[in-house]
């Protein structure tokens, strides 16, 4: 009896019968990955980012652009540089698919973290422009912007009204 149990599983192994076949559709999730979506973003710092605001991104979880309520008692807008064009989000995606065996062999949550992988982002430029106390327009700022995890960004930069500036965003 082991004899059989041991040639049948040779050849379920030697035919492939144990492979797993995802089968995903690489475009479709290639079109999930670049979809922008908007968040609620919680900030801290002491800065101007948003203490309380709404974020858009990628499907890979890039920010791409921001807004809200600043910790001046103000509003302000950041435009997010560095962030993957979704030809370089596709084309990352196909080659990470093509080195893993195929569409059919990889999982959706392989395919997600081997991009972000490949496409190596580990830190964004930021410009962001705002008021003061509602209506004076003093907040602009410059900096870096370090992606933490898929739901948080820590920026550091200088600018206006203080020099130095850093904080802490998080994505919902």
């Known amino acids: 009896m082991k004899k059989i149990i041991?040639?049948?599983l040779v050849i379920h192994i030697f035919l492939g019968l144990g492979a797993v076949s995802y089968g995903l559709d690489l475009k479709a999730e290639t079109d999930k990955f670049t979809a922008k979506h908007s968040n609620f973003t919680f900030g801290l710092g002491w800065a101007g980012n948003e203490f309380l605001g709404v974020v858009t991104k990628d499907g890979l979880g890039y920010a791409e652009s921001s807004y809200g309520l600043n910790n001046f008692l103000g509003f302000s807008y950041t435009w997010i540089y560095g962030t993957p064009t979704d030809e370089a989000i596709a084309d990352a995606a196909a080659e990470v698919a093509k080195e893993n065996g195929g569409e059919d062999k990889i999982s959706l949550s392989d395919l997600k973290m081997l991009t972000k992988q490949k496409l190596n982002v580990g830190s964004q430029n930021y410009f962001r422009l705002g008021t003061v106390y509602l209506l004076v327009p003093f907040v602009a700022q410059y900096g870096w912007m370090f992606p933490?995890?898929?739901?948080?960004?820590?920026?550091i930069g200088f600018g206006l009204p203080l020099l130095f500036n850093v904080g802490m965003n998080f994505d919902f």
């Open 6 to 8: 041991v040639l049948l």
């Open 148 to 155: 933490v995890g898929d739901i948080a960004r820590f920026q």
